[in-house]
Every structure is written in C-alpha cells, then in structure tokens.
C-alpha cells in the first residue's frame, strides 16, 4: 500500500488527505495543535477546517514530525508558502531517504522570489525529479464533498507523475500529469494575485465586465511571465492556467476573492486580515509576483495595483483610474 505523509491540518492539506485515502493509500496527517489531532483520531474530522466532513478511516494524525514522515512514498507539503523554508529544514532529516516531496502551496517567497519547488529542492537538498506540484481548480470544501474536480500533477520526471497521479485518482478527483512545473506554478501563484483584484473589483460595486476583463488580462500577465521563465504557453490555458483562475476569481469559497471584496468595500488592510482566519496566499505574494516580474523584466500591471492597493495604502478608486488610463495597446501587446 502506497504511504503519504500530509504536513498541514488546514482545509486543502485536510481534503488531499481524504483523496489519498480514498484513492487507497495509507496517509499520517501532521498537525501542529494537538486539539485538531484529536479530533482526526477520535471523531475522523477536522471541526476547525472542514467541519461535519468525515474523514475516512486511513486517514490517522499525529503531532510528531518523525512519525509522520516514516515511509512515506509521497511527502506532501499543504502549509502556507512563507513559513515553507523553516518548516522544511526542521523537517528535512526526518523524510524516508526516496520519498517524493509534493508541494500544494501556491505561492512565491518573499525576498527569494523562488518557486516553492525552488526552495523545496534547495532546503531538502533534492533533485528536481523528486519534486512534484499539484495544482488546478481544487477549492477545498466542494472536493471535502467529493464533488468532481481535475487537476494537474507536474514534475519534470514524468513517470514520478504518472506515481503520483495514481496514488491521488479517484472517482471524483481526476488529475492530468503535466512536465511543466514552473508554469504550473505561477498559474497557481499569480491566480492569487488576480482574484485579489477581482474581489476588490466586486467590493467596489463593479460589474461583470470589469471583472472579466480583469481575469482575462490577469491571464495574459500570467502567460506573459511564465514565457519570460521558459514555461509552456499550453499550460496557462489549461488547469493550472485558466481552471484556477476561473475557480478562485468566481467563488465565494476563494480565501483571496474574498479578501479583496473586504478591501474593496472600504475595509483597511489590517481589518481584513483580522476577520480572514485562513491565509490568502495572494496578499503576500502579490510583493514576490511583482518582484519576479521586475527581475525578467515583465510588466504586470494588474499586480502592481494589487500591491499599490494592499501593501502601499492607495484607495482602490483612484489605483483604477490609473490603471484604465494606462497608454493603449496592442491586445498581444
């Protein structure tokens, strides 16, 4: 039977927990507080994350890092991104010698402007044939409700994602394998990013024009920094790309949309984190997306408003009319 270690009790960590074991595997879910633990083990779910979601019988808990790591064919990673680099170092002598890392996070470091497979290889000191990426539309309530979804499984070796992707295939979870990881990842890290601007779009009172608008050119900003990185074009219309992005900029279950509706409405920043109690990937990033795009010399115009938005203090009013008063361009400018 196919062990996996989950390192991360929140909702997605939690819900790729329940997909292994419903795919057949054998999966030790760690967690840092001890009272969601218990939980897991004694009433097979996680009140805190994914409440009245029962939990499937071979998902077990622990708080031991070492206990959890034990064996584990697949080594999965469902933490917030910026807390990744420590995490992993204390974590690192812990992991079976050929276990494959597969990172859920979507994210960039900060100050680094790495990949989180980036600092994946360089803290567990690991080729980049034993790092995979999941990524795709994956909101984690409706997947708790084993409602359909596909995703992308990415790693340059492609048998080690056709391994993965047999151990997390199930009758509602379809996951298409893909060598393209950096493209793969900035789908998920720049979705972030724009379904900020959406939610602050929505907040605003804007309609769906502008919101359309703003995913369709969030799109190209994405396609355009993942060519400058070597990516596959393909893989930004694909899952990773446009399912994501679609995904987390419609739904109200999206952490960042509904982030950037709060600061759209008026809310500071500092209030809304207050009244957020999961990480939007987004709101840090935002700062490590436009710094990737400045170091290869991309323009984002739409990220840069987000962080002019979120991390300067500019009203949303007035970084709109900037942004609709940009020069005109070419479409495939």
């Given at each position: ?23 057949g ?62 995490n992993?170092?204390?974590?690192t ?10 990172s ?8 680094t ?166 990480t ?54």
């Amino acid at each position: 039977m196919t062990r996996c270690a989950v390192f991360g009790t929140g909702s997605w960590g939690t819900a790729f927990a329940m997909i292994l074991a419903d795919a057949g595997c054998e999966v030790t879910l760690w967690g840092r507080r001890a009272s969601v633990v218990e939980a897991v083990n004694t009433g097979r779910t996680n009140p805190d994350y994914l409440p009245g979601v029962e939990l499937p019988a071979a998902v077990r808990a622990t708080t031991d890092p070492a206990e959890a790591a034990a064996g584990a064919d697949f080594t999965v990673l469902a933490i917030p991104s910026q807390t990744l680099r420590a995490n992993l170092a204390e974590w690192t002598p812990l992991l079976a010698g050929d276990t494959v890392l597969v990172s859920l996070m979507k994210g960039v470091e900060l100050g680094t402007a790495k990949r989180m497979s980036e600092v994946v290889e360089e803290v567990a000191k690991v080729s980049a044939d034993r790092v995979a990426v999941l990524t795709g539309p994956n909101l984690a309530k409706e997947i708790a409700a084993r409602q359909p979804a596909a995703a992308v499984v990415a790693c340059r070796d492609e048998e080690v994602a056709r391994r993965l992707q047999r151990a997390c295939h199930t009758a509602y979870f379809r996951p298409y394998t893909n060598t393209d990881v950096v493209g793969c990842e900035l789908g998920g890290a720049v979705k972030n990013v724009i379904a900020l601007a959406v939610g602050i779009a929505a907040g605003m009172g804007l309609g769906d024009n502008a919101k359309a608008s703003l995913i369709t050119r969030g799109l190209a900003e994405t396609t355009r920094l993942g060519l400058a990185m070597g990516a596959d074009a393909h893989t930004f219309a694909g899952l990773a790309g446009m399912g994501d992005l679609v995904a987390t900029c419609s739904s109200p279950l999206s952490r960042n949309n509904t982030f950037g509706r709060n600061l759209g409405r008026g809310m500071s920043l500092e209030e809304t984190i207050a009244v957020t109690r999961q990480t939007a990937e987004g709101v840090k990033s935002c700062q490590s997306v436009l710094d990737l795009a400045r170091r290869h010399h991309v323009d984002m115009p739409i990220t840069e408003t987000v962080v002019d938005i979120v991390h300067e203090g500019k009203p949303p009013m007035v970084a709109l009319r900037e942004l609709m008063s940009r020069s005109a361009k070419p479409e495939r400018h």
